[in-house]
């Protein structure tokens, strides 16, 4: 064979193979011109800015506190059409009668449905990820820390196309008007069950179930997660891996979905022969029955994965999946301000924005109390512990010299500290910030940071009376605690204003010469001068 | 009489009085719309929210606990809308006076069904808000996709309702108190009811008079 035959024959390939990838675009054109999913758009897009897009808006904007909509909220709405729309695409050749007419064409039914399935996956990813970047971009221009998480993004990508793939193969295997709102209704019953598993999960994945840590939607994580440590990417890994391993096993189903139409044999092992050898394709039947086995091993080893989970104090770690290099804390220069008073008070960068609210709020209380034993000498923002709903750890002082630690999550009886609320419109949140700094300095010494886990023990009248009177010298109208009730004949309430009205100096010196017995508990609400 | 008289005499009519015409009729009628298969989608409704609320799929109590009651009365409102898709087109309403009548006892009849399947569904069980917020949204959410169904024809028809229930999962976390967020609205909040009902009530008449959106391509 002489070398200008190789070049014509190569050059015939290629020129097959350049018509064969012009087709393929053209039937992709088609596909997603005719496709049913940009009607729906609309109405998707009208549920995503009332759901997601509103829900982001109230919460801090924190990355990874942004980003939990994505599974949340955005997967929720994407599901319910996606589900529909794909088993509406994958029932058209029976709904318009075509079954007879596009068998005879010389295409495999799995490129021909593939083209179908492209052009509605095609339409979903991109509305999702248009999605994505309405949620993203506002938080990058109201950020002051961090950057994009792009696991959430992941799983959530994965979970449309796994939701889609089960709508189209629905669609496929049993074409009908039903189909659509059926599927959908039955994937957004699974995905509230999930839901319902991923709010009651406790520490141990065996106990609550598996399916919990596979569900992609779950509790709003705390203000501050990612912040401080990153957010271990395992179980957005194992979400990807389940919901992906769905979507290639149903691929293949739909590889197979001409030949499943046939009666089966009586015998399974001949029905499998038959159907790797029947028809015009057997390499593409082989290659259906690889990708079920492969989509199934992927799911089986994700749900054995998640069973391995643990919970630690930077979140679900798997260890099969899991980096130690991403437990290290995260590397960053606390943003710091002293009030007129003098108290310095830092924040983490990414709560730059609370940083003057917290100072102002904290300034009156801290000089009030300056000078004496166990007072702090500055305020700090530290990593919340624990999670939602079962509670996290309380503020406190510690240290030598004492630091107030406080949380985006909890000072004193405050919860949601740094969750969006207007402080300068709520007085409850200063209060909130006083009370949390006189708690743990009424109700005992500093602790060394290793034992002041537990918080401060609640006050007693007289250290209540105290705080309250600090806070109103200070400005500040006390919040009633939960639970709280003053003594009969509005003792404290009488032993506060007593002391409120006392000079500063004269505060200062009673507090200077009672404080060992105010914490003790020794002295009284009557003895407060 | 020669065989050839026998033969040219008339068979005796087969006298349908108009009685059995009308249920034949209206056999045909639900027989088009693929109705005893929506009968059969609104039960496998009914036992998922049995499955749900047996297994505890949903929350007891709170906000969290009308979810996915909720999503199952939209499903089964979307079965009702989906049945109102006629696949004769522009034939059928040429030809039959009645087909007006007949629409509204559909979607009426499968309406009541609807609610007593999910009812039975949930019989034994504890349900949130109870069988009048069923009703409520049933009817409520058959409206909006009676109406859909005007514009999509019936085979799209469900793509609204699923639409509002997408928003009302919202509604209900953020506590919405407007009468047209009738799924979360208490059994007794009359607003939520004169919403609903005149929802499903604009939406059965449109329907009756006008019948869902037929196009030729809408086929099944």
Request: proline content about 8%.
């Amino acid at each position: 064979m002489t070398p200008a035959v190789i070049s014509l024959r190569s050059g015939r390939a290629t020129a097959r193979r350049m018509a064969s990838l012009a087709a393929a675009g053209r039937l992709l054109r088609l596909e997603l011109k005719r496709n049913a999913m940009p009607y729906v758009l609309p109405l998707l897009a009208a549920v995503f800015f009332f759901d997601t897009v509103r829900t982001a808006d109230g919460f801090p904007p924190v990355w990874t506190v942004r980003a939990s909509v994505i599974g949340d909220h955005m997967l929720f709405e994407f599901s319910a059409f996606a589900g529909g729309i794909a088993a509406w695409a994958g029932s058209r050749e029976r709904r318009r009668k075509a079954l007879d007419l596009v068998a005879s064409t010389p295409r495999a039914a799995w490129a021909r449905l593939s083209v179908t399935l492209a052009g509605t996956l095609g339409w979903l990813l991109l509305a999702f990820l248009a999605g994505v970047a309405a949620i993203y971009i506002p938080t990058a221009l109201q950020a002051s820390w961090g950057g994009p998480p792009l696991w959430p993004v992941l799983a959530g990508v994965a979970g449309v196309i796994a939701v889609t793939m089960i709508g189209f193969t629905c669609g496929v295997a049993v074409p009908g008007r039903f189909t659509g709102p059926l599927v959908a209704i039955g994937v957004l019953v699974l995905y509230q069950a999930g839901f319902r598993e991923a709010l009651g999960l406790t520490a141990s994945p065996a106990s609550s179930g598996t399916f919990a840590l596979l569900s992609p939607a779950g509790a709003v994580p705390s203000v501050d997660a990612g912040v401080y440590h990153h957010v271990a990417p395992d179980v957005s890994a194992v979400q990807v891996m389940f919901m992906g391993g769905i979507a290639v096993a149903l691929l293949g189903v739909l590889g197979l979905a001409a030949a499943l139409r046939q009666p089966a044999a009586a015998d399974s092992l001949r029905s499998l022969r038959a159907l790797l050898a029947g028809g015009d394709d057997w390499l593409l039947r082989a290659v259906a029955v690889v990708l079920v086995a492969a989509g199934v091993a992927a799911s089986w080893t994700a749900y054995s994965l998640a069973g391995t989970a643990r919970l630690t104090a930077t979140g679900w770690q798997i260890p099969a999946l899991h980096d130690a290099a991403s437990d290290r804390p995260v590397p960053f220069i606390p943003d710091c301000t002293s009030g007129p008073r003098g108290f310095k008070v830092c924040v983490h960068p990414a709560f730059s924005g609370y940083l003057s609210e917290v100072a102002t709020a904290l300034d009156p209380v801290a000089a009030e109390i300056a000078g004496l034993p166990g007072a702090p000498v500055r305020a700090e923002q530290v990593a919340s512990t624990g999670t939602w709903p079962s509670g996290y750890g309380p503020s406190r002082t510690a240290g030598n010299p004492p630091v107030f630690q406080y949380s985006g999550e909890q000072v004193g009886d405050l919860f949601g500290v740094f969750w969006g609320i207007p402080a300068g419109d709520w007085p409850d949140w200063r209060a909130g910030f006083q009370q949390g700094l006189l708690d743990s300095f009424l109700t005992g010494p500093p602790h060394p940071a290793a034992a002041a886990r537990t918080g401060p023990a609640p006050l007693g009248a007289a250290q209540q009376a105290v705080e309250d009177g600090l806070m109103i010298a200070a400005g500040s109208q006390p919040p009633l605690r939960i639970g709280q009730r003053d003594h009969p004949g509005g003792q404290i309430t009488a032993a506060a204003s007593r002391f409120a009205s006392l000079p500063a100096s004269a505060r200062h010196a009673w507090l200077a010469a009672h404080l060992p017995a105010l914490r003790a508990g020794t002295i009284t609400a009557a003895q407060i001068p | 009489m020669t065989a050839t008289a026998a033969v040219l005499k008339p068979a005796p009519a087969r006298t349908a009085g108009p009685g059995r015409a009308g249920v034949r009729l209206a056999w045909l009628h639900i027989r088009s719309r693929r109705v005893p298969a929506g009968v059969l989608a609104l039960a496998v409704c009914g036992g998922v929210l049995h499955a749900a609320l047996h297994w505890h799929w949903a929350f007891g109590s709170g906000p969290y606990a009308q979810q996915i009651p909720m999503i199952t009365e939209a499903g089964a409102a979307a079965v009702i809308t989906v049945t109102s898709h006629s696949p004769f087109g522009e034939t059928e309403r040429a030809t039959g006076r009645w087909l007006p009548y007949l629409r509204l006892f559909a979607a009426a009849g499968m309406c009541g069904l609807a609610i007593a399947l999910l009812q039975l569904g949930a019989a034994g069980e504890s349900l949130n808000e109870g069988i009048l917020v069923l009703a409520r949204n049933v009817t409520g959410i058959t409206g909006i996709g009676l109406l859909c169904s005007l514009v999509t024809g019936g085979l799209l028809a469900w793509t609204l309702p699923l639409g509002y229930l997408a928003f009302c999962q919202y509604a209900l976390l953020q506590g919405w108190t407007a009468p047209w967020t009738w799924p979360v609205r208490p059994p007794a909040d009359r607003g939520a009811w004169i919403c609903a009902c005149a929802v499903f009530t604009a939406g059965l008449l449109l329907l009756t008079i006008r019948g869902p959106r037929t196009r030729l391509s809408d086929e099944e």
